[in-house]
């Protein structure tokens, strides 16, 4: 359950909850309407997103179909900034952080979250309503340690919203300041379409009453997903899961992966962990002709490719994107040793 108490006890003077009704809201429990309550008000008051949503209100959309799954593209120019993001350390270090709080915009309002995160909207949406989820203190984007919070997080917006990661070397465009994104629920294709994705190129890991993990290699992307209602049972394959992929890369950082998190009452959370090689693939460095501004994150894997530049929404195709996809997710050598790493473990 989120907590409203502590909101006046901090100062957060530039980020200020001052909607009542979504206060109250957020006080009952009902985060997922407060949330969207927010939206709704700053859409009209903060110029900066009233514009995104706008401009997002005009993006166009193409479909391509491969076996039993689509991927679309989203020609979204406003998504350029954070396409062409530097995440290197010097970058990092020589720019102001646009998550901490202290750095928002006045007009940017937002929610206290379990004492320690804010809900803020993100004024260059790729979703209809789409968040920003900020630790309000600044350190580095990692998934160890705060994976329990992506599940509360998910939980707690399920009504309206699923809750995305990115890794800090796999599509966060602040790997420095610990963040999670929320955006409409079932808007990305492997939402719509997880059953008929699964049941053609699933693997069973572990199947119980209690638990389903699946192994996924579509031909464009590589996955693992948990599903569950018990929530420490999920944060067990998860850890066994990370130290495999740790054991992978065999350095000291986190490995590259996207997740997203989704929560129903009924069968309680589905977790699909997008295993990585890479973040860009070569095609982003290339010059000229084979060049596409493509820097594929978790919604991307998830099915909307994000593309802020003309020539590349209507240039990419099926062959360019099964090249692209086949760059940047984990080998299946690779996928292979980690589905039975996890069986074993789970095994025993
Ligand atoms: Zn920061």
Not at 154 to 177: E, R, T, W
Not at 181 to 194: D, M, T, Y
Not at 335 to 347: A, C, E, M, P, T
């Amino acid at each position: 359950m989120a907590s409203y108490k502590h909101y006046k006890e901090e100062n957060f003077n530039k980020v200020l909850f001052d909607y009542p009704e979504a206060g109250s809201l957020f006080k009952s429990g009902a985060v997922a309407d407060a949330a969207k309550l927010l939206f709704e008000k700053q859409k009209h008051e903060w110029p900066l997103l009233k514009k995104g949503t706008q401009s997002l209100a005009d993006t166009k959309f193409r479909e391509i179909n491969f076996n039993g799954f689509k991927i679309k593209l989203q020609y979204n120019p406003n998504r350029i900034t954070s396409t062409q993001a530097k995440t290197d350390n010097k970058s990092i270090k020589e720019r102001e952080c646009f998550l901490c709080y202290s750095n928002l915009p006045p007009e940017q309002k937002g929610i206290l979250y379990e004492h320690e995160y804010l809900i803020v909207c993100n004024p260059f949406p790729i979703f209809d309503e789409h968040f920003t989820l900020p630790n309000i203190n600044h350190f580095p984007q990692a998934i160890k340690g705060h994976f329990r919070k992506l599940l509360n997080f998910s939980k707690d917006l399920s009504k309206h919203y699923s809750v995305f990661y990115n890794g800090p070397k796999c599509g966060a465009s602040a790997p420095d300041h610990l963040h999670f994104q929320a955006g409409s629920k079932n808007f990305l294709p492997v939402e719509q379409g997880f059953e008929t994705i699964k049941g053609l190129y699933g693997e069973d890991i572990l199947s119980n009453i209690n638990i389903e993990v699946t192994g996924v290699n579509d031909g464009l992307r590589r996955f693992i997903s948990i599903e569950s209602i018990n929530d420490k049972l999920i944060i067990n394959v998860f850890e066994l899961l990370y130290g495999l992929l740790q054991n992978l890369i065999n350095r000291n950082e986190e490995p590259p992966l996207n997740i997203i998190a989704g929560y129903e009452e009924e069968r309680g959370w589905r977790i699909i962990i997008f295993l990585r090689s890479k973040h860009r693939p070569s095609r982003f460095f290339a010059r000229e002709d084979s060049n596409i501004l493509f820097s594929p994150g978790v919604v991307d894997m998830g099915g909307v490719c994000i593309l802020p530049r003309e020539k590349d929404f209507k240039n990419l195709n099926k062959e360019i994107l099964n090249e692209i996809f086949n760059e940047v997710v984990l080998g299946k050598e690779y996928f292979d040793y980690i589905k039975s790493g996890l069986r074993k473990r789970l095994d025993s």
